[in-house]
């Protein structure tokens, strides 16, 4: 064992190492990889054909050029390992170099040249950027051909279309590969990041400072928040999701690179999309008439949000996620305030009542209001979903609570903002309840009650607050609104009707029929001139209140009339008769024929048209805009 060993180390060079045989191959693997790779790679140096495109010029020499460059790497790793000091090494890089700086430009022109939309002639920043009314469906009409553009990323050549992210992809793959991945990743973030805020800018997304937003008018900040609105949906389903998946394919060797491209490119100006909603959920002078658009800000997340959990799914995207969802918390926590501020204005309401019994403005201002909450029944179950359960009421349940609140054990979604809903119709019931006393007069206290509780069943019956309320809740309030005017018959006509014998066909003597004429003919002029101006508003229930009345009052004057007129004509004389009998029966039904119209004047329209302060403003008496 010492010979062999002794002799080997004596041995001559020819004999002696494998490390020269080694270096010998990899030499020769280097020669010929040089020999391969450097005809290509020079005919597309930059130096020397700067003017041309590789990729749009010769595609079949594009796949040439990438797989020498491949294959130089891959010899350039072998002889690292073996002898770093190799002067074909120094070539190698020498010509990678060159390659790399084509690469690079390639890379540039493919990304530059495909930036889907953006020309100025694509989308007009006079229609996105505006905000009237008028100009809502130019908007929108933008917007779908935005999200037309992006559907398909490509370029012509040799009459085929090729797809960009194909190219784009084995430019990516070769430079990472070759380790110039950072290189590439710096190309593709700084073009990207300029096509998205390029995009947003067309779309009218701005940026926003909190003291800016504070400052400005609510008519200014409501356009904004409708060019929000209309951007929203394109920003995040088609730039954002369209830059993801750009994003993913081009860079899908490296889950490293792919992730902090796309977060390079996208975080900031996702930021300022999803900051915005905020600013405006802490706006200062937020009032009841601004709770729909605090509504679609809320809803516009909310429907995307399974979208902005995919898109924004890396870790270090995780800050515009919980941007998103402050938004939201922020929405949440003003729409919540506005909706308390609205039933408290209701409770502090200190205005009268109208002249005549008619439809007070509270009622037609809460119940506008009411409505567009159930449209917006999607975003308000979110909002309120783990609010505190409204006070308890010592009214009955079922005056409260609609067969849909009462359903799945009082957990669903749709038993909370039924029950919400319905307590804040009963909280302006309440409040009705208690104005009804400032009228002089009880039947027209209950008219009034009547009026108001058949205008706010109507406005249910007619809207989506059908479905919210539920069948028995409408009906439970119908027959309040029959009880009601039953009251008001009955006090309202009771000297009429009590002016008339029981049994009107019944003989009595003549002073008695002459008593129960004159009574009748003072009892019925009297409430006449009282009741003139009262006014039912609804024509159906107009109706029928005067066809009952006449019904019931007739029923019983008729006959009386029928059998003791003649007798009181007979034993009177000349005109004595008339102011006896001044009223026939088509007289009477002549009269009521015109009741409830609420002409002329009342001896109590002093009373029943005064108005105290209310702490709604003059300005909330009218509908309150509609957001969307």
Known sequence: MTGFFSSSKHSSPQHSSPPSTH???????????????????????????????????????????????IDLQHAMQFVVKESSSSQLLVRAQNLMQIAVKRLQKEFYTILSGNRYFLES??????????????????????????????????????????????????????????????????????????????????????????????????????????????????????????????????FSISDNIRESCFTEIAKDSALRLFTFPEMVAKYKKLSLEKMFRILDLYDSISELWSEIELIFGFDSLAVVKSQAMTSMAKLRDAARAMLSEFESAIKKD??????????????????????????????????????????????????????????DDGNSPSCTISVRLAWLILVLLCKLDGKAGFYGDVPLSYLFLANNLNYVVSKVRESSLKLLLGPDWIS??????????????????????????????ADISLAEAKECFCKFSSCFEETYWKQRSWVIPDPKLRDEVKISLAKKILSAYRPFYEKHCEKVAWMGSGGGVESIVRFAPDNVQNYLSDFFYGTGSSENSSTSSSHGSSSLSNSTWSSPPRGR
Request: aromatic fraction near 10%.
């Open 121 to 250: 002639e694509s989308v007009s920043r006079e229609s996105t950027r505006s905000s009237g009314s008028d100009e809502d469906q130019a908007s929108e009409d933008d917007n779908a051909e935005i999200e037309a553009r992006f559907a398909e990323i490509s370029i012509a050549d040799e009459g085929e279309k090729v797809s960009v992210a194909v190219d784009l992809k084995a430019i990516a793959d070769c430079m990472i590969e070759a380790g110039y991945g950072k290189e590439c990743a710096k190309i593709y973030e700084l073009n990207r990041k300029s096509v998205i805020d390029e995009t947003l800018y067309y779309l009218g997304i701005e940026i926003f400072y909190y003291s800016t937003v504070q400052k400005m008018d609510w008519k200014d900040l409501e356009k904004k928040i409708k060019i929000w609105l209309n951007a929203v949906k394109v920003a995040v389903s088609t730039l954002f999701y369209g830059e993801r998946i750009l994003c993913d394919q081009v």
């Open 476 to 505: 439970n309030h119908e027959a309040k609104v029959e009880q009601y005017m039953a009251n008001y018959k009955r006090m309202g006509w009771s000297k009429v009707m009590m002016s008339l014998p029981e049994n009107p066909t």
């Open 23 to 69: 270096h010998k191959f990899s030499d020769t693997l280097m020669e010929d990889t040089l020999k391969n790779s450097e005809e290509i790679i020079k005919r597309w140096d930059l130096d020397k054909s700067s003017s041309n495109n590789l990729f749009q010029d010769s595609r079949a020499e594009a796949k040439q050029f990438l797989d020498a460059v």
């Open 350 to 407: 200190s205005s009268k009542v109208v002249a005549g019994g008619g439809i007070h403005p509270l009622t037609r201002y809460v119940m506008n209001y009411l409505i567009f909450l159930g449209d917006y029944s999607g975003p308000i179950t979110d909002i309120i979903a783990d609010w505190p359960a409204v006070a308890k009421s010592p009214l009955p349940e079922s005056y409260l609570l609609s067969p849909i609140a009462t359903d």
